[in-house]
């Protein structure tokens, strides 16, 4: 009777270390998302643009080619923004649309790369998860 206990318990352990187990990484992607979602909320838009403006002036007055993005660490080491500009972004691959603000509003202006999919701010401000396919 006691070894058929036993038995009943390690298996039940083992169900629920799997389960643990399991989780995991579906708990760090939630943290992630909600990590980068928090920074994108604090990230100011007037100074995005502004750099935005500036980089894409600058880029016109040299003559170079325009790219349809710019990463925000180009836009930081280029000091359009401060790393304090940033904060929570630092080490998330950020990239920026070049085109008009007055492009369509659901346009998408800002795209963080995650892990699970993209985060993305559109034109009116809102973020958006994209899921990879």
């Given at each position: 009777?006691?070894?058929?206990?036993?038995?009943?318990?390690?298996?039940?352990?083992?169900?629920?270390?799997?389960?643990?187990?399991?989780?995991?990484?579906?708990?760090?992607?939630?943290?992630?998302?909600?990590?980068?979602?928090?920074?994108l909320?604090?990230?100011?838009?007037?100074?995005?643009?502004?750099?935005?403006?500036?980089?894409?002036?600058?880029?016109?007055?040299t003559?170079?080619?325009?790219?349809?993005?710019?990463?925000?660490?180009?836009?930081?080491?280029?000091?359009?923004?401060?790393?304090?500009?940033?904060?929570?972004?630092?080490?998330?691959?950020?990239?920026?649309?070049?085109?008009?603000?007055?492009?369509?509003?659901s346009?998408?202006?800002?795209?963080?790369?995650?892990?699970?999919?993209?985060?993305?701010?559109?034109?009116?401000?809102?973020?958006?998860?994209?899921?990879?396919?």
């Amino acid at each position: 009777m006691k070894t058929k206990r036993f038995i009943i318990l390690g298996v039940l352990a083992v169900f629920v270390v799997a389960y643990a187990i399991s989780i995991i990484p579906n708990v760090r992607l939630s943290l992630e998302r909600e990590k980068t979602v928090r920074a994108l909320q604090r990230l100011s838009p007037d100074k995005v643009a502004t750099a935005v403006e500036a980089f894409t002036r600058d880029r016109k007055a040299t003559n170079s080619v325009m790219p349809a993005t710019v990463s925000l660490h180009e836009l930081v080491s280029d000091r359009y923004l401060s790393l304090d500009d940033i904060r929570g972004l630092e080490s998330s691959d950020v990239t920026v649309a070049l085109t008009p603000a007055e492009t369509n509003w659901s346009d998408i202006w800002i795209r963080v790369q995650a892990t699970s999919g993209d985060i993305v701010t559109l034109r009116d401000g809102s973020i958006h998860k994209l899921w990879k396919r």
